[in-house]
């Protein structure tokens, strides 16, 4: 390693000290730094501690640095084909005399957009003209004995139409219904999207209700597939329905186990017959509601059901889910709770039932580790804002009597409408623009960089997104405090690496006082047609909370096979001190959550093996039948998790015994509470619950075995 004279360190340690990101030179309004936070390769490196990456990750006290030879090479791979108006290079001490900018297509064929002679220095600002996907300087003459030395690398231009910069704010689209106490035949309004929704699990419609504040008396709002209700006020109370808002189960002949993707949120119910009904499966998440009165999870007669989720809620009476398999409640408080199937897992709530699970279904812990609830529209008078709340941690009750967090105007959205380009999207996120979907499907044919700390997504009535071509949907880079909510990734007909990757391979930085969050994303492969992926979900980034989210390989739908609608992975956690609050993962190929980060901790699981396992063989790996739904790494040192199921209905070798339902590393500091493993019917048994403890299922009964404590 080479040394700085006493004047440069000092330098660089006054700029970690007081301002570690600067903002360098900018090109014109219309362009956009296309390359912070992309990856970035290098002919060499002068140590570990000098990698390509810091040259483009927005930091001016990190750099890249070259050996101590000429004719090395730093470039950025764009992600897109761009238009090139600007490269800006910060140089350090060990700056390049003489050397070329060029671009390439694909990387390996080259065109000068640039070449600088006799360079001294400093800050270079190149305006250039051209285009390229990949952007490389070429340094040919080194003006001291170092290497090439720069702080930052960076790149402007434009993607998409280059038609000038993509504009916040605007309408939300023609999908959003907004109405107040005195829209014209309202309940009429509710009735037309609910006829057409209530049957069409793998339909395209895609329908947001947006209540204004004020009181709505004597409706009736019955919620359909891809179907969202919300009120625009700050708090729920500012939203009164004296009525109800209904999900039921007679599209199905009262069986809800497939009532998947709707939501409500942020409004207060006065039911009309004192209980309000919201009979849900997964994907159906029930958020800062107030219920003045009681609340039943089951549907009408009590069929099947097989949900759920509740968060930062008030239920003044009692919650009633009867039939429901599992739920899992979170920063609420509750007036009563009768009852329970399996697995029905409180953390933070006020009012909730004592642990029982040695001979009942109930986990609780009195506080949840860390939460922050999901950020939702609001009207502040006339003018849409979205509310993003602050981080929480041992959390209890709801947040709303506090309200702590931060307001953006929807002028700091791009709002985006169907028909919307995935170079637009990119676009906007790279002016620093947060996301706003509205309710549609969008067929992306390049992935979504969200590449910016603090950045929205956010989507309104289960907006979809559908990867063409083989492309990831969306990757977020190592940054702080993005918040990912409210939408579902559908996986394309060409495989897929991996849906939605948050961080990259080797990501490491700490991001403990500002978390990314996942919440409310859903990921779906097949059952709208074939669909395929290898990963859905891939968390390399450390910190990361996972707040409700339903990882689903379709078991039902069209485009279901085996090798159909192929996913070998539902859940790879990579990253460090990862939280899981509601993780429900479903019917993939091989390891439903893999878990490979340390100090992982996850609160309730809901998993279903694969039915259509052609037979035991197909499924058997390192000796062991069947892959455990959620499996620990043998690498892994430190582990917690509490209210976890695994259930197996291999409908296509009813004969299949799966050596387990969890897998984990024997170690003191891996611990796992309140697990439970159930053969649904008798279709395959599983022959231990964690490991090789705990007793096998048999017959046809649906009788789980449970394990309280392992080790």
Request: glycine residues 12%; charged residues 15%; hydrophobic residues 35%.
């Amino acid at each position: 390693m080479r040394l700085r004279s006493l004047g440069v360190a000092l330098a660089a340690m006054a700029a970690l000290i007081t301002l570690p990101i600067t903002q360098l030179p900018a090109a014109a309004a219309a362009d956009v730094n296309l390359s912070q936070g992309r990856t970035a390769t290098s002919s060499t490196n002068e140590n570990s501690g000098t990698p390509a990456s810091a040259a483009v990750d927005g930091n001016t006290a990190t750099r890249w640095s070259s050996a101590f030879t000429d004719d090395q090479w730093l470039q950025v791979d764009l992600g897109a084909t761009a238009s090139i108006s600007q490269v800006v290079i910060d140089w350090e001490t060990a700056y390049g005399k003489d050397y070329k900018i060029q671009s390439s297509s694909d990387g390996n064929t080259w065109t000068d957009l640039r070449s600088v002679t006799g360079g001294d220095g400093g800050t270079d600002t190149l305006d250039v003209s051209g285009q390229g996907r990949y952007v490389r300087l070429l340094g040919i003459h080194r003006a001291t004995q170092w290497g090439y030395s720069l702080w930052e690398f960076q790149v402007f231009g434009t993607t998409g139409s280059g038609s000038g910069p993509v504009q916040g704010g605007g309408d939300l689209g023609p999908n959003v219904i907004v109405v107040d106490p005195s829209t014209p035949n309202l309940q009429q309004r509710f009735d037309q999207v609910f006829a057409q929704q209530e049957s069409a699990q793998f339909g395209a419609g895609r329908y947001q209700f947006l209540l204004k504040p004020g009181t709505y008396n004597g409706i009736n709002a019955q919620l359909g597939f891809y179907t969202s209700i919300s009120g625009l006020g700050l708090n729920p109370d500012d939203t009164q329905i004296n009525g109800d808002v209904t999900v039921d189960a007679g599209w199905f002949n009262g069986n809800a186990t497939q009532n998947f993707w709707r939501s409500a949120e942020n409004l207060a119910i006065r039911p009309s017959n004192d209980t309000d009904r919201w009979a849900v499966a997964q994907a159906a998440p029930f958020r800062r509601m107030h219920i003045q009165g009681g609340l039943n999870l089951a549907p009408n007669g009590y069929g099947w059901a097989s949900g759920g989720y509740i968060a930062d809620s008030k239920i003044d009476g009692t919650v009633g889910p009867y039939s429901q398999q599992q739920w899992y409640t979170r920063d609420s408080s509750v007036g009563g709770w009768t009852n329970g199937v399996w697995n029905m897992t409180f953390t933070g709530v006020q009012g909730a039932p004592a642990t029982n699970f040695d001979s009942g279904p109930y986990t609780t812990l009195d506080t949840t580790p860390i939460s922050r609830e999901k950020p939702f529209l609001y009207l502040d008078g006339s003018t849409y804002k979205v509310f993003v709340p602050a981080k929480r941690t041992n959390a209890r009750g709801v947040s709303w009597s506090a309200n702590a967090g931060t307001s953006l105007p929807l002028d700091q959205f791009y709002v985006v409408k169907p028909g919307a380009t995935a170079a637009t999207i990119n676009q906007a996120l790279a002016q620093g623009l947060n996301l706003l979907f509205t309710p549609g499907v969008y067929h992306l044919d390049q992935t979504i960089d969200v590449r910016r700390p603090d950045t929205v997504v956010l989507g309104l009535g289960l907006a979809t997104l559908v990867p063409d071509n083989g492309v990831d949907a969306m990757h977020v880079a190592d940054v702080d405090g993005v918040r990912l909510a409210g939408f579902l990734i559908d996986a394309g007909r060409t495989n897929s690496d991996t849906l939605l990757r948050i961080g990259e391979p080797g990501a490491s930085a700490d991001h403990s006082a500002d978390p990314t969050t996942m919440q409310d994303v859903f990921v779906r492969i097949g059952g709208a047609g074939p669909g395929l992926a290898t990963n859905s979900v891939v968390v390399n980034s450390d910190d990361v909370v996972i707040d409700h989210t339903w990882l689903w390989r379709a078991d039902h739908g069209d485009g279901v096979g085996w090798d159909t609608n192929r996913a070998d992975y539902g859940l790879r956690v990579n990253g460090d001190d990862v939280l899981a609050t509601g993780l429900f993962v479903e019917h993939f190929n091989k390891y439903d959550v893999l878990w490979s980060g340390e100090r992982g901790r996850t609160i309730f699981f809901q998993n279903e093996k694969a039915y259509d396992a052609p037979n035991a063989a197909a499924i058997s790996h390192d000796g062991i039948v069947g892959y455990a739904a959620y499996k620990v790494a043998d690498t892994v040192t430190q582990h917690e998790a509490w209210g976890l199921g695994s259930y197996c209905n291999y409908t296509s070798d009813p004969s299949i015994v799966q050596r387990h339902g969890f897998q984990v590393p024997v170690r003191s500091g891996v611990k796992m509470h309140d697990l439970l493993v159930i053969s649904l019917g008798g279709k395959g048994q599983y022959a231990h619950v964690v490991n090789d403890t705990g007793a096998p299922t048999s017959g046809t009964d649906t009788v789980p075995s449970k394990v309280t404590q392992f080790p």
